[in-house]
Every structure is written in C-alpha cells, then in structure tokens.
C-alpha cells in the first residue's frame, strides 16, 4: 500500500508541474537523401528550436517510390499531426497521400507534385522558369550555336518533366542550337556519369552538358573527363546552387560547373507553415519560392554570403540551446524543489517505516533463533544421553552375539537375544524418528560412503598394511578421547587386540596426548567437556606434529547439519552412535590403509630417496601443513649435512619436536625413519659431488659428514652396488 501512495503522489507533482502548452507531432518524408535535403532538414531542426512542443520525425525514401509509401504509413501509426511530403513520382506516391489527407492529418507537399488535389498547401521553386532560364542562358553562352546534351532528373517526378518543358521552350527559336541527346537519370551521380559512359554518340561534339541537378551536371563531367583532356571538355551546368564544402555555389567558383540555379530550401519557411496550419491560422495554399542564378561574376559573394549565415547559423543554434537550458532549468526548478521536497518526507517516512520493521523482525528472528538453537541444543543433549546407552547395549549384544558360546546355546536362548537385538534396533528408529519431528530437520543420512550399510559390515581389511615402527614390532596406535569411560571401555574391548590404545577424558586432554604420543588414528566423541571434539579435530589438523594424523568423531549428534560441521572441522570420517563394530574396524583399517598409499605416493612426489638434497624449503611449494613440514626437515638436514654428529636429537631441537614426535611424524608420512633419511640425503649428495665435481673422495666424505673415508666407501656401495672409485672410473 505505501508503494502505491508513493507512486500517486509522484505522478501528482510530475503533473501538476508538466507544461501544458500544446504538443505537435510532424513527420516529415523525404524522396531522396542528398546534401540539399540534409541542408533543409538541418533548417527543419533550427527553426523547430524556436517553437516549444514540437517533435520532428524525417525518413528517406532513397529514391524508392514504394519505400517512401511504407515511410508514410509509418509515420501515420507513430500519431503525427502534420505530413510534409516530397514525392518520389507522380502516380505511384500520390494515393499514399491520399490516405493520409482523408485521415483528416494536414499535408503539404513541398518541391513535387502530386497527381492529387489533396493536400493542404504546397510549397516549391517554379521549376518550368528554371528550366526556362538555365536554357536561356546556355544559349547565350553559347552565342547562340552549339550542341547541347541534357541529363534529366527521376522519370515521372514533376521537377524533371517541369525543368525539362521550360528547358525546351528557351530553345524554340534558336536553330542552330540543338540537343542531341536528352540522356534518362535518376537525381544522383552515379546515375548520370553511367548514362554519359552508356551514351553512343560522339562526347568530343558537345559544347554544353545541362544537369538537372548539380550532382548530374558533376557525374556527366566525371564521364567526359575519362575520354578527354580537361582544356577540351564542353561547359557543365547545374540547379540547387547550394552552400557548403561540396555544393553548387563552390563548384562554379572553382570552374567545375559554369552555372548553376539557387533552389532554395526554406526548411524554415516549411516548419511556420505547418504550425500555422496547426494552429488555425491563415496560411497561402500555393507558395512560390523565389531563386537565383548562380555564375562565376555571383559565385564568390554568394559563398561568402552562405559561409557568413552558416556560421551565424551554428552560433544561433548554440545560443538557442542554452537559452532552452536555461529555460527548462527555470521551468523545472519549482517542480523539482516540490518533488525533492516531496521524496524528502516520503523517503524519511519510508526509512522510519523500513527501521521499526527491520527492528521489531531482528527481534523476532534473534527470538527464533534463539529458540530454535535452544531446541536444536536440548534434543542434542537428549540424543547423546540416548545414545551413548543404546551403543553400550547394542554393540555389546553384538560382540556377545557373535561369540561361540552363544553359538552353541540352546534355540530359546538365541531367540530371547534377538528380542533383545531387535527391540534395541526399534528404540534407535523411535529416538531418531523424535528426533527428526522435534528439530524440522529430513532423517539423518551418514554421508561417510555407506559406512552403516548393512552389506558393508561384514567387509574385512587386512590388518598387516606395511605397518612398521623402528624395531618392527609396535602395533599401530590408536588414541581414544571420550569422556563417558564406559564408551572407552566399549571401545578397548573392540581394539586392544589390534592396536596400542591411548586414551584421554575431554579434547584438551586428548590434544596434549596426540602432540606427546603422535598416534596412528584417534577416536574423538564430540560433545565434551573442557574441549568439546570439533574444537579438538581442528587443533589437531592446524598443529605441525598432529596434522597428518587420521580423526574419527563418534558421537550421538546424528543430524546433516551436526555431520557437515564434523567435516568442516577437518574429520576424516564422522560415526553416529549406537554404531556397530565391525563398522568401526573396518573404517579404522581403511583410513590407516588411504594413509599408507598417500604416504607411497607422497614419497613418489617428493623423492624422498633418490633426490633429497636437490630440494630445498626455498624451491618446494607448500601446500599444506605436511610438505611444509618435511621441507623444514629436508632444509635442517641439508644446512647441517657436513656436521659428523648430526642426531635426529639435533634435527629434532631445530623443528621443536622431540625424538620421538619427530621419528613418528617422519616416519608415517614417509615411511622412512629420519636416521635413513639422513643417510640417503648424504649418499645422494656424494653421488652428485663425483659426477659433478673434481673433489678427492675423501674431500666428498668430509663434506657429506662420514669421519672415515673408508666407512664413507663401505656405506656407498651398501646404497649404490658401487665404491666411489667405480663412479670416478
């Protein structure tokens, strides 16, 4: 509703403050596009600045006589009030300004004429006196004998039959003046130099070339010039005798044409005559323009004249639009002081009105949201209070289950235990259905690749994955931080036969393990005290020593949202309780599997045991928190290569980790302790100083940090089959 108002009272001042002054459409229709047409439309334009309310639409018929019929429709359907019209022919145009005539629109016909009566005024140069007087003077400048060929105008236009007429008439009695040929054209250039090329008679035999143009007269004298010299060319002559770079008045200054004809354009003339009409006042039907010859004696001063009112033209047309600047800006100064005004208080309004709702809606959705996050937190606690029982009945059952001597117990026995089994399962679905009706959220989907698919449980790995520690017989370590300690006990009596357990009571606790012990896998709960196990997972990835280390979270949270916050965090898998076992164990053996191939490929990727020295932590781009690492350890062994007691004690003090943080960080990304890393960083260095360099053995010795030149030897062989002497040979 407030948008509507706003809009009503918009459209009120724009109306109240609108001019209502009186708003006239004219089309106008031209027949061709030329430098006389553009001349007076360019004076159509000026003198419609004068005159306020008054929209001018111009088209071009290009010569086209069914073009400018389609033009005129046209202009009919865009509402003009006015048609100024220059007919392309006689017959073909004319019924299209019929129809515009008997629309009631007023139409004047200016420079042709039509084959109707229908029209409101017309307006046009005597084009029969023209004719008339350009054959008069032809005649005279040719003392009275010589041949004449003369170019016409668009057949059936009523300036070329009229030009033509009063040509011929200028002749009668003269007999030794002839034209011996009366060569087709259309108005253009191109039109009359293509006759006169065409033309089969002799060129060299005419003494005057009259145009019933100036661009005729100059596309006649362009043909001539390509079959004689320019002193033998006859005399050209032309009508319009317009201003401008390229115009008549020009050209027989310059001695291109002898003569040509003023047929003025008055576009200014035109434009007050057709507001006249509009406006009801009196107007002359017939309008005879008045025009002059132009000659080489005239040509100059009338340049001069024509240049003088251009210019006085372009700087009137520059006044009028700054005038009519200052005008709108006068005349629109009240309404837009009213309309800011206006939009000021419906602007201030608004933001009053948009503040108390964005206010009373934050409060509503903090109050939501705060309800919700209420909601979401007590159905959370509820599952995990829920489901920590259920796991320690359900998985339990399982193992008992599975056990031989429920096995071999009697049929009532192992019914009474599927009751059990199948009941607890019922529970599960009657907590998750609550749940899922509670918190508005779709039953919980496990997105860790069909972990609790039922077809996936019985799936075994091979517990022996090149699973090795420095004395080759530790078991994989395996951290467990959860703080109900009856799920660790669950969870030791699932893994104690398989791996060497570790186990904390909340995230901080589980932290300062992993960075102490650096286990091979951890099991996190994630509702916890002190630290809960997102916040934990994520100390644990950031962190240099832990960051390789595979997590699990186990946890009662089972909703998509709980699950994606897991992974964000940085678990690698996310388990929801009650969970089976041989679930757990399988995803356990897997994720240690993944960090065995990705130790083999990283090892390919970094050359661990052919190119050690050729990187350093300058070159290598890091990545991620493990290549930074082993960068680091690779720069350490490099700068202290040449020092005989180097000790994974010494390396271990340059990257603030201990002995054994750094061997087992080392060596589960690796695969290789950082002993042997050492060692193979020195014999790859030797390799390259013998067959690089011109250095004794023993000097490659000293500076690869053996102390004895013949356990340097003996080493040597051991990694390459060769003695150093060999490699030299």
Same mark, same amino acid.
């Given at each position: ?28 229709s ?9 001349w ?14 008054? =929209? ?11 073009r ?28 299209a ?11 004047i016909v ?12 017309? @307006? ?21 004998q ?42 253009? =250039?191109?039109?009359a ?11 060299s ?28 060319l ?5 009508? +319009?005798g ?13 001695? &291109?044409? +002898?003569?040509?004809?003023?047929? #003025?354009?008055?576009g ?40 003088? @009112? ?12 700054k ?9 629109n ?35 939501r ?30 193992? &008992? ?13 192992? =019914? ?15 907590i998750?259905?609550?749940? +899922?009706?509670?918190?508005?959220? =779709?039953? #919980? ?10 077809t ?8 022996? @994955? ?5 004395a +080759? ?21 699932? &893994? ?9 009571a ?22 916890? #005290? ?18 390789h280390?595979?997590v ?9 949202k ?12 996310y388990i ?20 065995? &191939? ?17 990187t ?44 054994v ?69």
């Open positions: 509703m407030r948008n509507y108002i706003l809009f009503f009272l918009f459209i009120t001042l724009l109306i109240s403050c609108s001019d209502n002054g009186k708003h006239y459409k004219i089309g106008v031209q027949c061709s596009e030329d430098i006389w047409r553009d007076q439309n360019a004076e159509l334009r000026m003198e419609a600045n004068f005159h306020e309310g008054v =929209e001018l639409f111009f088209s071009s018929a290009d010569d086209n006589s069914e400018q019929i389609q033009q005129i429709d046209s202009l009919v359907n865009l509402g003009i009030d006015l048609l100024i019209v220059a007919p392309n022919q006689l017959a073909n145009v004319s019924p300004i019929d129809r515009v005539y008997d629309k009631g629109i007023p139409v200016f420079e042709r004429k039509t084959d109707s009566h229908k029209y409101t005024a017309f @307006v046009s140069a005597d084009n029969d006196e023209m004719g008339k007087l350009m054959g008069e003077y032809i005649v005279n400048r040719l003392n009275r010589g041949k004449i060929m003369e170019i016409m105008g668009l057949k059936g236009s009523s300036p070329a039959d009229e030009r033509h007429q009063g040509f011929r008439e200028a002749l009668e009695g003269n007999p030794n003046v002839s034209v011996v040929a009366t060569l087709q054209g259309d108005w253009t =250039e191109e039109t130099y293509k006759v006169v090329k065409e033309y089969q008679g002799d060129l035999e005419i003494d005057f070339v009259f145009g019933h143009n100036d661009r005729t007269a100059m596309g006649a004298r362009k043909a001539f010039l390509e079959v004689m010299d320019e002193k033998d006859p005399l050209f002559c032309g009508i +319009d317009l201003p401008g770079e390229n115009g008549g008045i020009r050209q027989v200054r310059d001695s &291109l044409l +002898d003569a040509s004809y003023i047929y #003025p354009t008055r200014d003339q035109l434009l007050q005559l057709a507001l006249d009409i509009l406006d009801g006042k009196p107007y002359q039907k017939e309008t005879n323009l008045t025009s002059a010859l132009v000659t080489r004696e005239n040509a100059n001063v009338l340049l001069l004249e024509s240049d003088e @009112v251009m210019r006085q033209a372009g700087n009137l047309e520059k006044l009028h639009q005038a009519d600047g200052y005008l709108k800006q006068l005349a100064q009240q309404m837009l002081t009213l309309l800011a005004i206006g939009c000021a208080v419906l602007f201030l309004i608004l933001l009053i009105i948009i503040y108390l709702y964005q206010r009373q809606k934050a409060k509503i959705n903090a109050e949201g705060k309800m919700e996050r209420e909601q979401l937190d007590f159905y959370s606690q509820v599952s995990h209070e829920l489901r920590t029982p259920l796991t320690l009945i359900e998985g339990p059952l399982t193992q &008992l289950a599975g056990t031989k001597e429920m096995q071999n117990a009697g049929k009532e026995t192992t =019914e009474l235990l599927d009751i059990v089994r199948r009941n607890t399962g019922k529970l599960t679905d009657l998750n259905k609550m749940l +899922d009706v509670q918190v508005g959220k =779709e039953q #919980p989907k496990d997105i860790i690749d069909d972990e609790q698919n039922d996936h449980v019985n799936e075994r790995i091979d517990q022996d @994955v090149n699973v090795q520690t420095e +080759d017989i530790d078991l994989p370590t395996v951290l467990i931080v959860d703080d109900n300690d009856d799920i660790r006990t669950y969870l030791r009596t699932i &893994l104690h036969n398989k791996y060497q357990l570790f186990e904390a909340d995230g901080q606790q589980g932290l300062n393990c992993a960075r102490e012990q650096v286990p091979d896998l951890i099991i996190s709960d994630v509702m916890m #005290p002190v630290m809960n196990g997102l916040e934990f997972c994520q100390h644990i990835k950031k962190d240099i020593i832990t960051s280390i595979p699990i979270l186990l946890t009662a949270r089972a909703l998509n709980h699950q994606i916050e897991g992974y964000e965090s940085g678990a690698d898998a929801t309780k009650p969970f089976s076992p041989d679930v757990l164990t399988a995803r356990i053996n897997n994720l240690m599997r993944n960090r065995h &191939l990705l130790k083999d490929i990283w090892m390919q990727t970094t050359q661990c045991h052919d190119n050690t020295s050729s350093t932590s300058e070159n290598v781009e890091t990545q991620n928190v493990e290549n930074e690492f082993i960068c680091r350890f690779k720069a350490v062994v490099e700068e202290k290569m040449m020092d005989s007691d180097l000790s994974v004690e010494m390396i271990g003090q340059e990257l603030n980790l201990s002995r943080q750094l061997y087992r960080k080392v060596k589960a990304l690796t695969g290789c302790s950082p002993v042997d890393l050492v060692k193979k960083a020195r014999m790859t260095e030797a390799m390259k100083l013998l067959t690089e360099t011109q250095l004794s053995i023993s000097e490659i010795a000293y500076k690869t940090g053996f102390t004895s030149p013949s356990y340097f030897s003996k080493c040597f062989k051991e990694e390459f089959g060769k003695v150093p002497g060999d490699i030299r040979k």
